[in-house]
């Protein structure tokens, strides 16, 4: 229940926001072209790093076919690309 006068947002995000389903190799690929660099792997996990000016971005990526979607989703919030912008890396 919510107190009159605040709005509930709600957290669930629909499939197309979180991207499409793809494997870890096309994934990295993409991520690869947009200057980010293969750190090392350990397992089933691949770490990627990108400097910028100000920082150094850090990602992991799951050596997954397919990553899921909301995997996908946050990966792609920390590397600061929208779905549209990894489209256009593919």
Do not use: F
């Not at 919510?2 to 629909?14: E, K, L, Q």
């Not at 494997?23 to 397992?43: P, T």
């Not at 400097?51 to 590397?79: C, F, G, M, W």
């Amino acid at each position: 229940m919510t107190r009159p006068g605040v709005t509930r947002r709600s957290s669930w995000r629909s499939p197309s926001d979180q991207g499409p389903s793809l494997s870890y190799e096309r994934v990295l690929r993409a991520l690869q072209r947009g200057s980010w660099v293969v750190v090392r792997q350990r397992g089933s996990h691949i770490r990627l790093q990108k400097h910028t000016a100000q920082e150094t971005l850090k990602l992991i990526v799951p050596a997954h076919r397919p990553i899921k979607r909301s995997t996908l989703a946050h990966i792609l919030k920390q590397a600061h690309l929208s779905v549209e912008e990894l489209l256009e890396l593919l």
